[in-house]
Structure formats: structure tokens, C-alpha cells
């Protein structure tokens, strides 16, 4: 079936270090999606990328989107104890009509 | 603009027992996704409405499960009767549309089950 696989699967790094989630899917993706997930909260979306190759900043985190449309990462630069949570990638997937299909997720640990 | 709305936030109940779960998504979003999160995993998609009409349920315990989208507003999940790997966080979530890309899945707060 379709699976989007996530490395890795935990990371406690300190504060100040870099942090980088992969994401990898089995099927050629639309589009591929990011959120984070609070510990005890709802995924929250983060943002979207939709072209081959694309890289988008949001502030100290950096997506990008493989040229195949199949892979993604996420970087976050000298991390902060409130990007504590875990991180999921999500692939849309076109069969038809538009099926998210979610990673296996990334937690990340930010010790002060 | 209000966001999705989920309810019961908790529920514990038996095993055997039914439970169900309400949501009402953003306004003038056509699409409404059921998706169950257990602890420690990815949410996984359990159904997919496109108004009333269902769009993907390949993945829905049916012997068990049952959701609606009776006027294409509110749902409804349904779980009957309950087993203890049922417990997890059931996440609803809309969108304005599932053709095409670009559409954002925002989320509700989930209702989280506990069966004992």
C-alpha cells in the first residue's frame, strides 16, 4: 500500500543545535504537507510544497521538496525549546481525489 | 472564523461498550476527514466525505465502525462495540475541496478514547 516513512524517529538534541526530519514516500506525491503536533495537541499545519525541487522558509525552518516528488525534509537552525513536538510529513497522494497520507513522524526533544 | 469542532474531548468506556464521536467542520468546507491516531503514530485515515457522499473509506473497520455525513455539514463516528486497541485520538478535519492540490486539511482537537 502507500507509505510515507519518516527518519528519524526521535531526536533530543540541545538547544541551539540543528535538528533535520526525512521523509520518504513509496509513490510519486501531488503535493507534500508539514505539521507539528504539540505533545497532548492536534496536528497543526505548517506548510505545503507543491513543485519538484521547491524550497520554502518559514523563519529558522527549511522545507524542500525532491525533484522525484517522492522525498522532503525539513531543517530547523538552532532550535529553541518551543520547537519541542513532533513533526509529520504528510503526502497527497492523487488517486483520483486527494488522499493525505501521513508520515511516521519525527519527535523532537530540545533540552535547555 | 471558528475552526473545527470536535466532541467529546474524553471519553473512557468498556470494551463492548459504543462510543460516539460529533464534528462539525469549517464552514463552507465540502470535504470532512475521520483520522485515527494512536499513541506514538501518524494519524491514519479511516474516511473521507465529500459532502454526504463518501469518497474513501478503504481503511474503516466496517464490522465495527460507522460514520455519516447526513446533510453534508456534521458527522458523526460510530464505534460498536469497542476493543481496547480502539483507543487512540479520533481526529476530524475539512478542507475546502479534495480535487487537485493545494487545499489545506485543518484539524479539530480530537476526541480522545480510552477503552478498559
Known amino acids: 500500500g502507500q507509505q510515507v516513512m519518516q527518519i528519524p524517529q526521535y531526536q533530543h538534541v540541545q538547544e541551539g543545535e540543528d535538528f533535520t526530519t526525512y521523509c520518504n514516500s513509496s509513490?510519486?506525491?501531488?503535493?507534500i504537507q508539514w505539521y507539528k503536533q504539540r505533545p497532548g495537541g492536534h496536528p497543526v499545519f505548517l506548510i505545503q510544497?507543491?513543485?519538484?525541487?521547491e524550497v520554502k522558509k518559514q523563519k529558522r525552518l527549511t522545507f524542500q521538496f525532491g525533484e522525484a516528488k517522492k522525498n522532503s525534509s525539513l531543517h530547523i537552525t538552532a532550535t529553541q525549546t518551543t520547537d519541542v513536538g513532533t513533526y509529520f510529513c504528510?503526502?497527497?497522494?492523487?488517486?483520483?481525489?486527494?488522499?493525505?497520507?501521513f508520515g511516521t513522524g519525527t519527535r523532537l526533544l530540545v533540552s535547555p | 472564523e471558528a475552526g473545527v469542532a470536535q466532541s467529546p474531548r474524553y471519553k473512557i468506556i468498556e470494551k463492548r461498550q459504543s462510543v460516539a464521536f460529533w464534528c462539525n467542520p469549517i464552514?463552507?468546507?465540502?470535504?470532512l476527514y475521520w483520522y485515527q491516531q494512536i499513541l506514538g503514530q501518524g494519524p491514519k485515515l479511516l474516511i473521507q466525505?465529500?459532502?454526504?457522499?463518501?469518497?474513501?473509506d478503504s481503511q474503516l473497520p466496517k464490522d465495527r465502525f460507522s460514520a455519516e455525513r447526513l446533510k453534508g455539514v456534521d458527522s458523526t463516528l460510530k464505534i460498536q462495540p469497542a476493543k481496547l486497541e480502539d483507543s487512540a485520538v479520533y481526529l476530524c478535519?475539512?478542507?475546502?475541496?479534495?480535487?487537485?492540490?493545494?487545499?489545506?486539511?485543518?484539524f479539530g482537537e480530537g476526541s480522545w478514547l480510552t477503552v478498559v
Open positions: 504528510a503526502g497527497l497522494m492523487n488517486t483520483g481525489f486527494q488522499k493525505l497520507v
Open positions: 466525505f465529500q459532502n454526504n457522499g463518501v469518497v474513501d
Open positions: 510544497l507543491v513543485k519538484s525541487g
Open positions: 478535519a475539512s478542507s475546502s475541496s479534495f480535487r487537485g492540490s493545494g487545499n489545506t486539511i485543518y
Open positions: 509513490t510519486t506525491l501531488s503535493n
Open positions: 464552514s463552507g468546507h465540502a470535504t
